[in-house]
């Protein structure tokens, strides 16, 4: 398992901007792939974006255009910009390495209207 925290969440007007970042345990390309996911009250945890060890990229539909993914060696980060109340939600960072998954404690993004 790998020891992963959040940091970077707030409260932000609509239309405003936050960078999410993760830290690892261990070196970040040392995963097989990393992602940022979501849960805002009453809804089931949804992915919002994934990057892979080669780099490779995917993003749900409801951010693309809006959100950026990215890492460096120590952290991995969510750059959100046009924020969105229905963007309100806890948000989680994963790894995943070895055929197993870690998950972080989560921090909490909410957008105002």
């Known amino acids: 398992q790998e020891q992963l925290v959040e940091s970077g969440g707030g409260l932000v007007q609509a239309g405003g901007s936050l960078r999410l970042s993760c830290a690892a345990s261990?070196?970040?390309?040392?995963?097989?792939?990393m992602g940022w996911y979501r849960q805002a009250p009453g809804k089931q945890r949804e992915m919002v974006a994934t990057?892979?060890?080669?780099?490779s990229t995917n993003y749900a539909d409801s951010v693309k255009g809006r959100f950026t993914i990215s890492r460096d060696s120590t952290k991995m980060y969510l750059q959100m910009n046009s924020l969105k109340s229905e963007d309100t939600a806890v948000y989680y960072c994963?790894?995943?390495?070895?055929?197993?998954?870690?998950w972080g404690q989560g921090t909490q993004v909410t957008v105002s209207s």
């Open positions: 994963n790894a995943d390495k070895d055929g197993g998954r870690s």
């Open positions: 261990r070196s970040i390309f040392s995963m097989n792939a």
């Open positions: 990057i892979t060890s080669f780099g």
